[in-house]
């Protein structure tokens, strides 16, 4: 008699993505150990403390990144996982900058308080007319995850998105158009002012002082307005690197599509979006706006499984691969000093 109940043999990797599983096995190492052998001193933080262990820190976080890469390969998990691994990088990096400026320098990367706030990437250069390494870091990462940066690993976007989620869903008060507008108007402020600080020579103090009223202007956006509204107010208008993350986005091959075959035009993807980045015209276009950042939350909101990250335009879903890529830099940014 056959048994009732067949007990189906145990397999490790039935589940396993394949394609996540080499991507997030090969590239924190393949970005891990050039830092290591390259840049002196060591930008990894345990060889900073423990000389000889960058290789127990690089098989760790290639561990976790593996296990990561599963995990956010899953769609039903991305929205939910998302938040919380973008949020822990940001704990451990505003982590390491107290620690860095209280306890021990070899937190920081080079031993010299840098403050936190995005716009200095852009705007510290220009007035002091040096010191180009962040926003050639910046680029870098532009170039791999494209505007991905603004949803995945910057150490801010994390509060803002968090006080957004505050509210169950985003309550839209300006047009896309007010937004373009005000973000540019931004970034030209900041351009403008940094270059007008250089050429009057303001003291180091005076700068100080109006870099730091900037980032806590947009800890207020952040905790008023994003957080009464339920999209990220602060990263899509005022923050001047987000503006450019997105303009430099038009020349990342991904996009956000939606079939319409298959698209029941429910909307509920659309409020999904804290980055205001798909609104119903957006869904009846096939496209997400020009605002999107490449979060892939919506992907875990749709029941039709409309929405795909297309490359080039292909009709095959580019996710896996694009998160895989994702979660192995954030692992390799987990290893590294801060500012
Ligand atoms: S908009 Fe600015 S603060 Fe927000 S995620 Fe992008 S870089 Fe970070
Ligand atoms: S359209 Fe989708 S992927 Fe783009 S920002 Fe909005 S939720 Fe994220
Ligand atoms: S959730 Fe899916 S089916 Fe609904 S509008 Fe969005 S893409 Fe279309």
Redesign the pocket.
Known sequence: MKPLITKKPWHPFKELNYTAFFITLLLPPFILVPVHLFVKPSMLLAERFFPGTWWLEIALLTIYAVWLGQVMAKTGNI?KVRVKYWLFFSIIFFGQFILGLTVNSKFLMSGNLHLPIPALIIGAPIYRGEGFFMPLLLLSTLAIVG?GWC?HLCYIGAWDNASARHKKRPKKTITRKQTLILRYAMLALVVVAAALMNYFNVPITAAFVIALAFGLFGVFLMLYYSRRLGYMFHCTTYCPVGSLVTLLGKLYPLR?KIDQNTCTACNI?ST???????TPI?IKSGS??W?????????S?CHASS?R?SFFGSRKNAWIIYISIVVALHAGFLALARL
């Open positions: 929205g505007p949803s956000v993807c999904e979006c804290r980055y205001d980045a798909l957006d997400a706006g605002n999107c950042t490449l979060c892939g939350d919506c992907l909101s929405i990250f």
